[in-house]
């Protein structure tokens, strides 16, 4: 009944403004999630090649929608960027996290919390303030915190992006540079920014060690960090096969459906307690 009706609206009206309309929509509906605190966090383990015991994890947002289900990042996160409401989101995000990471660490459990940065969040002039003050809220020892930005983040490394860098490295957290591969980091300027890993995306450790091409991108990404005295995570490992291939070559860190998938918080220490972490 529902396609019928966007079906029937979409006869009358030309297409652009059906979007327009369900974009609207989607965003009205975010923002009033956000305020409800229908957003949850999943949590990805990131394991150690050598011995697979867990080193931390990555989260990643959902939004337990009231009608609709539980709904991935792909289905709200561009609306999020767009609207602007990457901000609150993303506040929300880093928060949650650094709870979690806190209740960790008064267990004693010396775990990396990685957390996603979009672009817009890491511009915005009162980002490190943000993030200094939502540390100290949730009484995180930052060096459990690892950030992930995004090449796009970064794409002109201007003084003061290097500052902000700079300011959060300062703070005792760690940058990380997520989807490595797939922008355009020059070397040259990968070396000047404080960036202590890179995140070897998925799309490349797909079809290794079949496709030469992609072998020779996740080769190349793990000399390359092993020469800027940068630590590698290989995202989205599968296989066995994969995690052999990766292993040899020398990767220290990886995460995939091989090890878990993205966690709820309950769920993720039912598999940490099985794994004794
Ligand atoms: P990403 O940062 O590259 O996150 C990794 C994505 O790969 C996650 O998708 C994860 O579930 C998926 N993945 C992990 N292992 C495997 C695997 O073995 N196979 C396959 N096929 N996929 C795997 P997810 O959770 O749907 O997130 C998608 C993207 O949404 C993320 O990509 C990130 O760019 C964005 N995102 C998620 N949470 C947040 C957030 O809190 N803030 C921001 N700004 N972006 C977020
Ligand atoms: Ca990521
Ligand atoms: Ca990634
Ligand atoms: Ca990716």
New binding site residues.
């Given amino acids: 009944a529902k396609d019928q009706g966007r079906n029937t609206y979409h006869y009358f009206k030309p297409e652009m403004d059906v979007h327009a309309l369900e974009r609207l929509m989607l965003e009205n509906a975010l923002r009033r999630a956000i305020e409800r605190h229908e957003l949850v966090?999943?949590y990805?383990p990131q394991v150690a090649a050598d011995d697979s015991r867990m080193v931390g994890c990555?989260?990643?947002?959902?939004w337990q929608h009231p009608e609709l289900g539980l709904l991935?990042?792909?289905q709200f996160?561009g609306v999020?960027?767009e609207s602007g409401l990457?901000l609150p989101?993303?506040n929300w995000?880093l928060a949650s996290a650094a709870r979690q990471l806190a209740s960790w660490q008064a267990r004693g459990l010396d775990l990396l919390m990685a957390?996603?940065?979009?672009a817009l969040?890491f511009r915005q002039s009162d980002f490190v303030d943000d993030v200094r003050r939502i540390l100290a809220d949730s009484g995180a020892d930052p060096a459990g915190l690892e950030l992930?930005l995004?090449e796009s983040a970064l794409m002109q490394p201007t003084p003061e992006v290097l500052a902000r860098m700079n300011q959060l490295r300062e703070l005792g957290i760690r940058l990380a540079l997520?989807?490595f591969g797939t922008g355009y980091s020059s070397l040259s300027y990968l070396k000047r920014l404080p960036i202590r890993r890179l995140?070897l995306?998925?799309s490349f450790v797909?079809d290794v060690p079949g496709d030469q091409e992609d072998v020779a991108i996740a080769m190349a990404t793990l000399s390359l960090a092993r020469d800027l005295g940068m630590d590698v995570v290989a995202?989205?490992?599968?296989t066995e096969i994969q995690r052999q291939f990766l292993a040899e070559r020398g990767c220290p860190v990886m995460?995939?459906?091989?090890f878990s998938?993205?966690l709820p918080a309950d769920e993720l220490r039912r598999w940490m307690d099985e794994r004794g972490v």
């Fill in positions: 966090l999943h990805q990555e989260a990643l947002v959902r991935q990042p792909v996160i999020a960027e990457i989101l993303g995000v957390v996603n940065i979009s969040q992930e995004t997520d989807d995140k995306d998925r797909k995202e989205g490992v599968e995460q995939g459906y091989l998938r993205p």
